[in-house]
């Protein structure tokens, strides 16, 4: 079992940033897929980046490409979110999510988690609220 507590979440202006935190605890060792999602009230859950630790590769949301930046952690069994520049936009309730893929499918199956929101293990949410 995994558990993932995220931290960092606040009320910022536009323009402002914030780092949130996603604290693994539990058997994390081969969690090499995670990710970042968001909610909006009234709207669906989105993927907002991904990071596959096995080959480094990160992606983003067309929304948050250049002001956002995920990072891992792997000493601390933590992943970040940096989230500069931040617009209203932006205000949803954040996830972070682990998963497992295979390593002989890699980033195609890490991939494929991310783009149906296929994680295992979920995070409970952080608020990010932004104001113009």
């Known amino acids: 079992q995994v558990q993932l507590v995220e931290s960092g979440g606040g009320s910022v202006q536009a323009g402002g940033s914030l780092r949130l935190s996603c604290a693994a605890s539990?058997?994390?060792?081969?969690?090499?897929?995670m990710g970042w999602f968001r909610q909006a009230p009234g709207k669906e859950r989105e993927g907002v980046a991904v990071?596959?630790?096995?080959?480094?590769?990160?992606v983003y949301a067309d929304s948050v490409k250049g002001r956002f930046t995920i990072s891992r952690d792997n000493a601390k069994n933590t992943v970040y979110l940096q989230m500069n520049s931040l617009k209203p936009e932006d205000t949803a309730i954040y996830y972070c999510?682990?998963?497992?893929?295979?390593?002989?499918?890699?980033?195609?199956?890490?991939?494929?988690?991310?783009?149906?929101?296929?994680?295992?293990?979920w995070g409970q949410g952080t608020q990010v609220t932004v104001s113009s």
């Open positions: 999510a682990a998963e497992t893929v295979p390593t002989n499918r890699g980033w195609a199956a890490c991939s494929a988690s991310y783009g149906k929101g296929d994680f295992g293990y």
């Open positions: 539990g058997y994390t060792y081969s969690s090499n897929c």
């Open positions: 990071i596959y630790t096995g080959g480094g590769i990160k």
